[in-house]
């Protein structure tokens, strides 16, 4: 696998893997209808290579109307199914108004699934807005922000969560912007110590 960063995007090369698959197919569906969205989970690990079964992929996407949704649904249900409800009028005003996600998978395959949810506060709209592109061939996947996904999996504070920060710091520490990293850091209330033992030293 080779990874290079050039501008706001990542160039990936590297042989897709199964859930690879699974997520560029569906996240195709969100971009023919011009659904702003980007993937927050620890799948983004797996995508450069940490080695461990991951069965959710977390998805936030911008507000939409519900009709723009429904045009959605009737998509992706010819191959997928909501694993909440059978009902897009109980998906979107029970669960994706009220920030709430909906589980999506292939019919009959409840595993992997889409977690998809509408962003909620500022933290999640500079999330979506800066989101990274990251090129696989030629398929695209949006990103979060490398620095904000790994605070984001320490607040977790599971133990494959805070792997999955271990691995990415690792990995991307020379391209990080570490003083953003600090502002989220201080915006999220996370001990500048608590990061220290998980990652070691950040400056």
């Not at 709430?100 to 992997?112: E, G, L, Q, T, V």
Request: charge should be neutral.
């Amino acid at each position: 696998m080779e990874i290079v960063f050039k501008g706001n995007e990542i160039i990936l090369s590297k042989e897709p893997s199964p859930l690879d698959n699974f997520v560029m197919d569906f996240v195709k569906i969100l971009r023919n209808h011009n659904i702003k969205h980007v993937i927050i989970s620890g799948y983004v690990a797996n995508l450069f290579g940490q080695n461990r079964t991951n069965e959710e992929v977390n998805i936030l996407i911008q507000h939409i109307t519900f009709e723009k949704f429904l045009k959605f649904w009737l998509e992706f249900e010819k191959e997928y199914e909501c694993l909440n409800t059978v009902d897009p009028i109980d998906a979107y005003n029970a669960f994706l108004v009220n920030h709430h996600a909906i589980a999506i998978a292939r019919k009959n395959s409840p595993a992997p699934n889409i977690k998809l949810k509408f962003i909620k506060n500022e933290h999640e709209r500079f999330t979506l807005k800066y989101r990274k592109t990251v090129r696989i061939d030629d398929k695209i996947l949006f990103i979060s922000p490398l620095e904000t996904l790994i605070l984001n999996s320490l607040i977790s504070g599971s133990e494959k969560d805070i792997e999955d920060a271990r691995f990415l710091f690792k990995l991307f520490k020379n391209e990080l912007n570490l003083e953003l990293m600090e502002r989220f850091r201080s915006e999220l209330n996370i001990p500048a110590e608590s990061v220290d033992k998980y990652l070691g030293k950040v400056n």
